[in-house]
T-cell receptor, first 112, second 111 residues
Framework: EAGVAQSPRYKIIEKRQSVAFWCNPI?????LYWYQQILGQGPKLLIQ????????DSQLPKDRFSAERLKGVDSTLKIQPAKLEDSAVYLC??????????FGPGTRLTVL | RKEVEQDPGPFNVPEGATVAFNCTYS??????FFWYRQDCRKEPKLLMS???SGNEDGRFTAQLNRASQYISLLIRDSKLSDSATYLC????????????FGTGTQLKVEL
C-alpha cells in the first residue's frame, strides 16, 4: 500500500519569498494533517482537514500560512512571505477518522 | 508549562542495557496516549499505544498513570537498532484526533 507522498523533499528559499508544499494522503484517508517540526522539537500541528473542511487551524499563522484541500484528497500548504524562523520540516499525515496517523517523509525547508 | 514534557536526553547506553523514558502531560482531559519513534531525518512512526493497565510489545513496555498524568516507556535488552528519538504523544480527545507531541528523548545505543 502506498504511503503519504510529499513534494518537494527539500527547498531552499530566501526570506520574503513564497513557497508551496504538496501532499497526497493514503487512499481513502479522510483526515489530513500538516505539522511543522523545528529542529530539536516535536511536530506541531498546523492544520487538520476532514475531507475538504478545516477541523482545526488554531496554530496556523494565518498572516503568512495558508492551506487548502480541494476535492478532499491532495493538499497544499503555502508560506507567503517566508521568515527565517519558518525553517523546519513540514510533515503531512493522514488517517481514517479517529485512527492512527501515518506520516509522509516531510519537506525540509531552509529559509536564508 | 508545556502540554507534554520529556527529558530531551541524549541517553547513551550500552547494548543490552535497560532504559526508561518518562513523560508528563498537562491536560487531564487527554484521552489516548502513544509513543512514536523517529529515526534521524525520517518521519515519526507509531511505536505503541499506552494503556492504563500497562502494555508490552516484545522488549518494550509502556505504562500510564492518569492520576499523576505520567507516561513511561521501558526498553529492555537495548539493540543498536533502537537508537532513535522517542516521542511522547497525547491525544487531547474531543473527537478531533489532535496529537500533541513532546520534544522527544534521544537514545543512542552503543557497542
Amino acid at each position: 500500500e502506498a504511503g503519504v507522498a510529499q513534494s518537494p523533499r527539500y527547498k531552499i528559499i530566501e526570506k520574503r519569498q513564497s513557497v508551496a508544499f504538496w501532499c497526497n494522503p493514503i487512499s481513502g484517508h479522510a483526515t489530513l494533517y500538516w505539522y511543522q517540526q523545528i529542529l530539536g522539537q516535536g511536530p506541531k500541528l498546523l492544520i487538520q482537514f476532514q475531507n475538504n473542511g478545516v477541523v482545526d487551524d488554531s496554530q496556523l499563522p494565518k498572516d503568512r500560512f495558508s492551506a487548502e484541500r480541494l476535492k478532499g484528497v491532495d493538499s497544499t500548504l503555502k508560506i507567503q512571505p517566508a521568515k527565517l524562523e519558518d525553517s523546519a520540516v513540514y510533515l503531512c499525515a493522514s488517517s481514517l477518522v479517529g485512527s492512527e496517523q501515518f506520516f509522509g517523509p516531510g519537506t525540509r525547508l531552509t529559509v536564508l | 508549562r508545556k502540554e507534554v514534557e520529556q527529558d530531551p536526553g541524549p541517553f547513551n547506553v550500552p547494548e543490552g542495557a535497560t532504559v526508561a523514558f518518562n513523560c508528563t502531560y498537562s491536560n487531564s482531559a487527554s484521552q489516548s496516549f502513544f509513543w512514536y519513534r523517529q529515526d534521524c531525518r525520517k518521519e515519526p512512526k507509531l511505536l505503541m499505544s499506552v494503556y492504563s493497565s500497562g502494555n508490552e510489545d516484545g522488549r518494550f513496555t509502556a505504562q500510564l498513570n492518569r492520576a499523576s498524568q505520567y507516561i513511561s516507556l521501558l526498553i529492555r535488552d537495548s539493540k543498536l537498532s533502537d537508537s532513535a528519538t522517542y516521542l511522547c504523544v497525547v491525544n487531547g480527545g474531543g473527537g478531533g484526533n489532535k496529537l500533541t507531541f513532546g520534544t522527544g528523548t534521544q537514545l543512542k545505543v552503543e557497542l
